[in-house]
Structure formats: C-alpha cells, structure tokens
C-alpha cells in the first residue's frame, strides 16, 4: 500500500503534509513524477489523520511554494544509517 499525502503550506523548517496515516522518520517523500522532495523530520497531531515536517532536497528548494497543495508519495526511509536487523546492538572488545 503506498501512503498519500498532501502539502498543506510552507513553515521555516519545511514543508507541512498532512495524511492518512503516520510515515517513519527519515522516511523519503516523492511527488507524482517520482523526484524525491525530501524527508520526513518531523511527525505531530492527530492519531488518525497526523501532520508531518518533510526537510526539503536541496533540488526543490527553489520551488517550494510551488508544491503547496501537491498530493505527494511516501517512499523507503532515507538517510544514514542500516536497518535495525542487521546493527549490532554489542560492541566487540
């Protein structure tokens, strides 16, 4: 199932979306063509319909007033960092 949102404006530290369900932290945002907007930093409101912070790509920076209102996609999680399955959680002396 790929999650929708939608960007609903524009605040200092990002992009503000709002969707139906809550995405992972760090997880990529997409629009209609696939282009990677940015990444999800931050994640507030209402259970059911939550609102969330996404740190826009360098790329889009130039363009971000144009994505108010733009139903956008929630792709993998990205950023530094491996999946949880394979960090070790001992140090080896």
């Known amino acids: 199932m790929v999650l929708t949102a939608k960007i609903l404006h524009l ?13 992972k932290m760090g ?4 629009d209609s063509s696939k282009r990677r907007i ?6 507030f409101g209402p ?3 939550p609102y969330f912070l ?3 790509a360098s790329e889009v920076k130039s363009e ?6 733009v139903e956008v ?11 949880p399955e ?4 001992m140090r080896k002396h």
């Open 11 to 23: 605040r200092p530290r990002g992009l503000v979306a709002r969707g139906d369900q809550a995405p």
């Open 86 to 89: 394979k960090m070790s959680r």
């Open 47 to 49: 259970v059911k319909a």
């Open 27 to 30: 997880q990529s945002v997409l």
């Open 54 to 56: 996404i740190k826009p």
């Open 64 to 69: 971000l007033n144009k994505l108010i209102g």
């Open 38 to 43: 940015g990444n999800v930093i931050d994640i």
């Open 73 to 83: 996609y929630l792709g993998e999680p990205h950023g530094k960092g491996g999946k």
